[in-house]
């Protein structure tokens, strides 16, 4: 029985630390306190003590770890100039240091607080008579004992809920009816003789600490007053005790000095007080103090809206019975945690939770708790806030990022259509068509007819093109309606006929039946009805593949002056299902046609005809059947036209008007010199060049010129300062003078300091040829006030989306349009660059590597517009971004990942311009 007791007691002592460790811990923590101590002859039997203790075995060692320890302890904290003025210091870095060591019950119990200390030191001391007595005569028969020696092993149990009020009260009990039951089951002689021997080994343990006074209230007094060996006597007991009196006396001297300084604050802090309770009544949040046992100590006005309790009902109340049962036990957990082991799961700490209130109302609080440690342990301070607005909020934030990311996601397809589908062939169509006028082609009146519905329908194309890009003015109904008289007959022949070619080439007829009450002229947008129809008639003519489309007008109301007509327009194409007719008229929206990979078009073209339909005051329908066609149909309300027939305006003499027109080109790059030089020649203008905005003023100084066209990026002077000084001058011819910026700058700013410096009209780099003449042609033919005029913003029209992995990056088509392939001028406009670019690329770079980038970014301004002027687009893109990049101070990294893009690229372009020049 005596080998079981041995194994079980060190079984369940001592299994959980390693024992070798265990010694190596207890050497070092003696080392510690014998390098603190000095070492004067009053401590010689302490020495002689502590050597004895360390040849003591592993579990002689660990039983008389208390006693060693507090022997130590009292003998640092008390010599003269200790580094160690209180036992609580000591304490704290023996845990922090040797915390393996409080693993062992007996060694842990000196740390805890005093009431669990006294509470920890009768718990023990009980226990211990309990286990003694049942390893020396068996197992106990009586159910209190039984019960007893259970209710003593849970060293949690007078702590928990109760307080340690209850916990002593609890012990007290305990103590004397196990006096009673042990003397009925074992005699008394036996029982006194269990109690010396265990109150003997506690008293030589912890006689020191402050607590073990409370021992004697559970401990018979028939015991203590027996003088059997080894005993304590009383008059030991006595003197003990005189000592904690002592101790008390200065404790009671002290508080009795803090309540006299307290008395005097008292009336200073009453008005203060009665403060914090209004800030704590009107707070936004709810706030509750609860004691470490969860006894709330105070509940505020807001805690009371959110949970449902009243603070009558709340206070003295233990805060987990009025919680929901899964928060109120982590919450419980989660303060024993950070009163025990300090672990932080929930305090200082903000938690978001869904709970269920009193009322059943279910809500979204967001939780946390600051701990604030008093005298009598810790209380915290919770707070708590009512987010459910604010997670349905973020909700529909998310929603709505994920709808805007869907949005974003379908205008990128959508452009990447557009693309692909409109822009492409738009170009073949402008190339083509330019071609035959400039060869003047003598053919058959269908031929030339023909001709100008490709032309005609090329031009709206591209102006609807421009509508697309823009596509938030008609999202937003912020497009606007021009109202002009036009005549209907001939428009609706305008867009038919470049359709009809289409269909004819697919074996479809298309015919236009237009009724005879429906007027020649009336009065509205021409170019909106024109996008419409357009829209229409692309996709009638994209989903047929064999058989017809009709175009039907017709009279729906009319009056004297008023006129609503309906236009519809069917085919016997491919059909759209009936649970997609709705959708088609989404932005984006695309229907598959069964058969092919994917949709064709942009899916936006029944969008646009929809809200162009609203916006003119109409409605639009549609009718379809799977396999068998569609219909489209609309009504627009238009005015009746009063002119007979509409004027059109006779087109100027392009060819002729510009003649002896004196132009002065300011251009600093010697390929944009010799081109557009070249441009302006062919229009027979008489062109003058200046490299920079101060030659540019000399010449102005010493001849007349009707225009400027002027650069804005340049040296020694730019075209900003230029233009400026033209407009400062006393001259009102040169105050007037017409100022065209062509720039490859297309940043806004840009854009608004050049009209803020006077210039007139603003193009971008590369020129496109009609845009120029069309300004030239308004200024020669006096069209435009230059004095009072708003400057015109032009941009540039240019080709995006092509692989350059795969396709030449020279692209010669736009020099050949516009000169007439004039191979001899090319091949000179190629070796110029052969002969300029090399060397201003390589300072470019140079520029980038020494972090100059202010004048890198000019370097890339001047090389971006040599590469546009030969339609190298891919390196011409990248030194824009660079440009941009430095502009709004990119980080370092955007600008070399994008000029180790351009190194790549740059050899191949030189070697294509090599290959091009060996051509001509």
Known sequence: MIKEWLHRLLGERYSAVDQSQTSEDIFEMLDFFWSQISMPKNVVSLSKQSKDYKKLNAKEKIDKLPWIYLHLENHLVNQKNSAWPSKRLVREYIKKKFHLLLEYENFKLIFLREDLQEIALCRNLLKSVLDRSSEIFGNFHDPFLIEAQETLGDKDLFKKKHGTKYGKKKLLDHSKQIFDKLKESLGEQVVVS??????????????????????????????????????????????MLMQKVNSLEEKNAALLKEMKQRQRMERALKDSEELKTI??????????????????????????????????????????????????????????????????????????????????????????????????????????????????????????????????????????????????????????SKILQKNKLEDSPTNVKNLEGIIYASENLLNLVNDILDFSKIESGKLALQTADFNLHTMIDDVSRGFALKAKEQGVTLTTNIAKDVPKFIRGDQFRLNQILSNLLSNAVKFTDDGSIDIQISVKEKDAENIVLNFTVSDTGIGIAQDKLDEIFNSFYQVFEPGKNKAEGTGIGLSIVKSLVALQ??????????????????????????????????????????????????????????????????????????????????????????LVIMDLHMPVMDGFEATAQIRRSESPSKQQIPIIACSADAFPKSRQLAKEAGVNFYITKPVVENELKDILLGIQAGEFNV?????????????????????????????????????????????????????????????????????????????????????????????????????????????????SELNILYPKVISEVNNKISEF
Do not use: C
């Open 617 to 706: 005051g109409g409605q639009l329908s549609a009718k379809s059947v799977l396999k068998t066609g569609s219909t489209f149909s609309f009504d627009i309300p238009y005015k009746i036209s009063k002119q007979l027939k509409v004027v059109q305006k006779p087109r100027r003499d392009s060819e002729g008007a510009l003649k002896g027109l004196k132009i002065l080109v300011v251009e600093d790059n010697r390929l944009n010199q010799i081109f557009i030089s070249q441009l302006l020649n062919n229009w027979g203008t008489l062109v003058t060049i200046a490299e920079d905005g101060k030659a540019a003023l000399k010449k102005l100084n010493e001849a007349h010129y009707d």
């Open 787 to 899: 004095h009072t005029s708003t400057p015109k913003l032009v941009t540039a029209q240019t080709d995006h989306g092509k692989s350059y992995e795969t396709e030449s990056l020279l692209n010669l088509a736009r020099l050949k349009r516009t000169f007439g392939d004039d191979k001899s001028f090319i091949k000179s406009l190629l070796e110029i660059f052969l002969e300029d670019t090399p060397r201003d690329y390589s300072l470019f770079v140079e520029l980038i590597e020494a972090h100059k980038y202010e004048k890198a970014s000019e370097m890339a301004h001047k090389l971006k517009s040599s590469f546009e002027s030969l339609g190298i687009e891919k390196p011409s893109s990248l030194l824009n971004q660079i440009e941009k990049d430095i502009r709004s101070s990119a980080d370092t990294d955007s600008i070399d990942t994008l000029l």
């Open 194 to 239: 269990i109690y010396h021997t265990v109150y003997k080994a506690y008293f030589e343990n912890y006689y020191l600490l402050d607590t073990f006074s409370a021992t004697l209230h559970i401990v018979p007094q028939g015991i203590l007053e027996q003088k059997q060996a080894y005993l304590p006597s009383k008059e030991q007991m006595h003197k």
């Open 279 to 432: 800030v704590l009544e009107t707070a936004m949040d709810g706030v509750i103090l609860v004691n470490e046992e969860g006894t709330i100590l105070n509940w505020n006005h807001k805690a009371e809206e959110i949970l449902g309790w009243s603070k009558k009902e709340a206070i003295g109340n233990v805060i987990y019975e009025l919680l929901p049962t899964s928060l109120g036990t982590n919450l419980g957990n989660g303060l024993n945690e950070y009163i025990e082991h300090g672990k932080e799961l929930i305090v200082n700490k903000r938690v978001e939770v869904p709970i269920t209130n009193r009322y059943g109302k279910h809500i979204d609080i967001e939780l946390s708790i600051s701990p604030i440690i008093t005298q009598n342990g810790y209380i915290f301070n919770a707070f708590i806030r009512d987010i459910t607005n604010r997670k349905l909020i973020d909700k529909e934030i998310r929603e709505a990022k994920e709808i805007a990311e869907k949005s974003a996601e379908a205008k990128s397809v959508f452009l990447s259509n557009m693309s692909h589908e409109i822009r492409t062939p738009l170009n073949v169509i402008l190339g083509l």
